[in-house]
């Protein structure tokens, strides 16, 4: 168990519906990291959240959003699904700002749209 | 855009033997972050090691050791005496300290079978 949790480990959901993935930190971390992993595009950042404000942003689409509470859980909110949205999302956190010794990831939220 | 390129998709070895995976990557920058990463079939995300781009000395953690070659912009990682658990997908990966370069960017994994 990393301490990075996340919910649900699976989702399968029909084009056009909109899912919110969870993620809660190991504790005491402070900066929060969204990634998506596929078959073809593999690991691609999304998204960077340090303590509540957003920090960096990667190639994550209009239709995705994300946010970082005071307790310091994240919400991925993923909208008007298409297939090509099928993937495995982790989330990732770090004490620092930068994660510069690295980030702990969690096991991910499979989903799959049909 | 920095960039990561594992161009080995697979590899395998027998166990308690030893194997070396390649990664090459391309920056401009001086001062970063080397990490490997393991993705094992229950697809957790585990650090393996990390190395510091100012640091000369390659880092070691038990069995696995890295090659760093800064001038050649080479990072690959050794494992010696191979276990049946180490039998995962292995990401290279970079980061830089400041600017856009300041988050994890991954290359696409070589896959590892470590044979009885």
């Known amino acids: 168990d990393s301490g990075v949790t996340q919910t649900p480990k699976h989702l399968i959901t029909a084009t056009g519906q909109r899912v919110t993935l969870r993620c809660s930190p190991r504790?005491?971390?402070?900066?929060v990291y969204w990634y998506q992993q596929s078959l073809d595009q593999g690991l691609q950042f999304l998204i960077q959240?340090?303590?509540?404000?957003?920090?960096a942003k990667g190639n994550i689409l209009e239709r995705f959003s994300a946010q970082q509470f005071p307790d310091l859980h994240s919400e991925l909110n993923l909208s008007s699904l298409e297939l090509g949205d099928s993937a495995l999302y982790f989330c990732?956190?770090?004490?620092?700002?930068?994660?510069?010794?690295?980030?702990?990831f969690g096991s991910g939220t499979r989903l799959t749209v049909v | 855009a920095q960039t990561v390129t594992q161009s080995q998709p697979e590899m395998s070895v027998q166990e308690a033997e030893t194997v070396t995976l390649s990664c090459t990557y391309d920056?401009?920058?001086?001062?970063?972050?080397l990490f490997w990463y393991k993705q094992p079939p229950s697809r957790q995300m585990i650090l393996v090691i990390r190395?510091?781009?100012?640091?000369?000395q390659n880092a070691t953690e038990n069995r696995f050791s890295v090659n760093f070659q800064k001038a050649a912009k080479s990072f690959s990682l050794k494992i010696s005496d191979s276990q049946l658990g180490d039998t995962a997908m292995y990401f290279c990966?970079?980061?830089?300290?400041?600017?856009?370069?300041?988050?994890?960017?991954f290359g696409k994994g070589i896959t590892l079978s470590v044979r009885p």
């Open positions: 990732a956190s770090s004490a620092d700002r930068g994660g510069y010794y690295g980030y702990t």
């Open positions: 504790s005491g971390d402070l900066s």
């Open positions: 959240y340090y303590n509540g404000e957003e920090r």
């Open positions: 920056t401009s920058e001086s001062n970063y972050y």
């Open positions: 190395q510091e781009a100012y640091k000369q």
């Open positions: 990966a970079f980061m830089a300290p400041t600017g856009a370069n300041s988050k994890l960017t």
